[in-house]
Structure formats: structure tokens, C-alpha cells
């Protein structure tokens, strides 16, 4: 059988052993009274923009989510490769050894069916005896040897399929999680773009600039701590790297889930951008916050990630200046805005 089937079959087996196994501004357009669990609705343009953030916020945190379970999906899934491949060299082991051990039982049967021992003993020849002893001292010992290596074989077969059965219930357990991640993505994007559909033109533009306005606001806010009389540190080569990377994809459509090359979600273009420059970081912010070392924000530096929101469900790359580029949430590009424009959690160094 060609490897290639005998992989197949090898994975085909994993399968089946799972088996068993700006205030007071009204909101034009009105929306339905509320129902007895519904939240009420929002009234004014301030509380239009709450909700909408929130409801992209909440997306974000699926977004992790999703790219938390499909980055554990690659690698179960190549792990259960490898178990097979495992499986079927060992399959192919166990039959070379099998081979062996029929091979020398065929000889004992030519010679008349009694061991060598006893074909020694009856030869009559103290000669011949003598020197078939050390012969048949030797070819117990390789026949041990067979015996052991195969049971050895048969003891790492039974913990690959093992294995491999554990790596595919994790990899449907991931894929339930992934399902669950991106029906609530879809859900809250959903919601969040037909709220600005029942705005008037006038009233999103004027939402827009309540936003910028918060941003600048959270900004100036930042900078008036004088931080950046504190942040004095030059870019590492691999930093420069990521900023040039990540600076290059400005324009670019913010897509959940995407990690480039034509559209980004915000750690899909953080870890993209170290990739290019090196280094292999976490795919997630959140997984970018828990395991990447955190540094002071008066000593980041250029390509340093800045984490945001209790929850780390977004990020940035600090590009100098008290500026981050980023890719904001669905509906935006990627863009530079101000680091302290968000609610900043710490900051992290991919090279350090």
C-alpha cells in the first residue's frame, strides 16, 4: 500500500477511534418600544455612540476568541499529522519485525521443527556443538531483540492513537468554540451597523466628530502627563522592521479574523508585522498580553505593543511620537491615531 493511503488510513483510524471515544442631541429616527428584557434605546447621539462602541468592543472580544481557537486548530491538526505519520511508520515497523520473527520460524521448521538447541544436542558431533553454541547464544539474543522491539513498537502505537484521539476531540471542541465566537461576531457587527443605519447623514457625521473628539480629548489627556519627556527609547532593528511593516499596510480594510495580506484585524497586523521582522509573537492581543514581557510605558520604544481595555481586546503598535498604528474595528482602515486615545492596559515587547 503507498504511504500516502497508508496515511489516510492512518488518520482515517484516529477518526474512528474519536468516535468511539456633545450632549442632550436627539436621536433622529426612532426605534421599537423596548421588550421586558431589551435594554432600552438609545436616545441621544452620545448614547448611540455607547452602544455602538460597545457592541464593537464585544465583537472584538469574539474576534480573540475566534483567532484564539483557530490558531489551537492548526497546530492539533498538525500535530494529529504527525501522530499519523507516527502510526503508520510504526505499523510498517511492526510488520518488518513480524518478517523477522516468521523468518526464523521458517528455518526451524526446514531444519525438522526442533529448536537449534536440541538440533546441537543430537548432532553427535562435540565440534559442531561447540561452535554453534556461541552461534545459538547470538541468535536468542537477536530474537529477544525482535521480540522486545516489537512490543516496544506495539506499547508507542497504542500511545500515538492515544494521543491523536485526545488532539482530535480538542480540535472539535476548538471548532464548536470557533462557531460559537463567530456567530457572536456576526451578531454584534450586525447590530452595531444597523444602529448607524438609522442615523440620518447629518447625524453621522456629527457622531463621527463626537468620537474624534473623544479620542483628542483621551489624548491631550495622556500627553499632559508629560510621558513623552519619558519615552526617549530608540527602536531595535527588528522594531523598526515591525513599524515599517505595520505603517505600510495604513489603508488597508479592517477585516475580523484577518491577519493580511489585503485586510487586517488589530493582532492580525501586530503579529504579522513582527513575523516579517523576525519573530514569531502570539496571534491574539489577548494572548500577546499574557505571554510577551511587559515593559513601562516611560520605556517603550518604537514597535513595542501597547494593550487596551481591561479586557486586552485590542492593540497597537507604539510608532514614536505618543502615535500608534492600529486597525480599529470593522468598517475603518488601518490608521495612525494618538497611543493614549483608548484606555491603555500596558504595554508589551515582542524582542526584548
Known amino acids: 500500500m503507498p504511504k500516502q493511503r497508508r496515511l489516510a488510513a492512518a488518520i482515517a483510524l484516529v477518526c474512528a477511534l474519536t468516535a468511539l471515544a456633545v450632549p442632550g442631541t436627539a436621536f433622529a429616527d426612532p426605534v421599537p418600544p423596548p421588550s421586558a428584557t ?3 434605546p438609545p436616545r441621544t447621539l452620545e448614547e448611540v455612540g455607547k452602544q ?27 500535530q494529529i499529522v504527525q501522530l499519523a505519520q507516527e502510526i503508520v511508520k510504526g505499523q510498517e515497523k511492526i510488520k518488518r519485525l513480524k518478517d523477522q520473527a516468521g523468518a526464523t520460524a521458517r528455518m526451524q521448521y526446514r531444519n525438522g521443527g526442533l529448536p537449534p ?7 553427535g558431533d ?24 516489537l512490543n516496544r513498537t506495539q506499547a508507542d502505537l497504542a500511545a500515538y492513537s492515544k494521543d491523536a484521539t485526545a488532539q482530535w476531540k480538542n ?20 447590530a452595531a451597523e444597523k444602529l ?11 457622531l463621527a ?3 474624534r473628539k473623544k479620542e483628542f480629548d483621551s489624548q491631550t489627556a495622556w500627553l499632559s502627563t508629560g510621558i513623552l519627556k519619558e519615552i526617549n527609547s530608540s527602536a531595535s532593528e527588528q522594531g523598526k522592521k515591525a513599524v515599517k511593516f505595520a505603517t505600510d499596510q495604513i489603508g488597508k480594510r479592517y477585516v475580523w479574523g484577518a491577519a493580511g495580506p489585503d485586510t487586517f484585524d488589530c493582532s492580525g497586523l501586530t503579529s504579522q508585522a513582527w513575523i516579517a521582522a523576525g519573530r514569531g509573537i502570539p496571534r491574539t492581543s489577548q494572548e500577546q498580553w499574557a505571554q510577551l514581557p511587559h515593559v513601562a510605558i516611560k520605556d ?26 492600529h486597525a480599529p474595528r470593522p468598517g475603518r482602515t488601518v490608521t495612525i491615531t494618538g497611543a493614549g486615545s483608548m484606555p491603555i492596559l500596558g504595554v508589551v515587547r515582542p524582542d526584548k
Open 117 to 123: 538447541g536440541a538440533q546441537m544436542m543430537l548432532s
Open 52 to 78: 455602538i462602541d460597545d457592541l464593537y468592543r464585544q465583537a472584538a472580544a469574539a474576534t480573540d476568541a475566534y483567532n484564539l481557537a483557530e490558531e489551537q486548530t492548526k497546530q492539533q491538526s498538525a
Open 209 to 211: 466628530e463626537l468620537e
Open 126 to 149: 562435540p565440534e559442531t556443538f561447540l561452535n554453534g553454541a556461541d552461534a545459538l547464544r547470538q541468535g536468542q539474543q537477536a530474537a529477544q531483540g525482535v521480540l522486545g522491539e
Open 196 to 206: 448607524q443605519d438609522q442615523l440620518k447623514e447629518q447625524e453621522k457625521q456629527r
Open 38 to 40: 431589551a435594554p432600552a
Open 300 to 325: 517603550m520604544r518604537p514597535g513595542d505593543l501597547i494593550i487596551y481595555f481591561a479586557d486586552a481586546t485590542h492593540v497597537g503598535m507604539y510608532i514614536g511620537d505618543g502615535a500608534i498604528v
Open 171 to 190: 480540535l472539535e471542541a476548538n471548532r464548536v468554540k470557533k462557531e460559537a465566537a463567530k456567530k457572536d461576531i456576526t451578531e454584534k457587527i450586525a
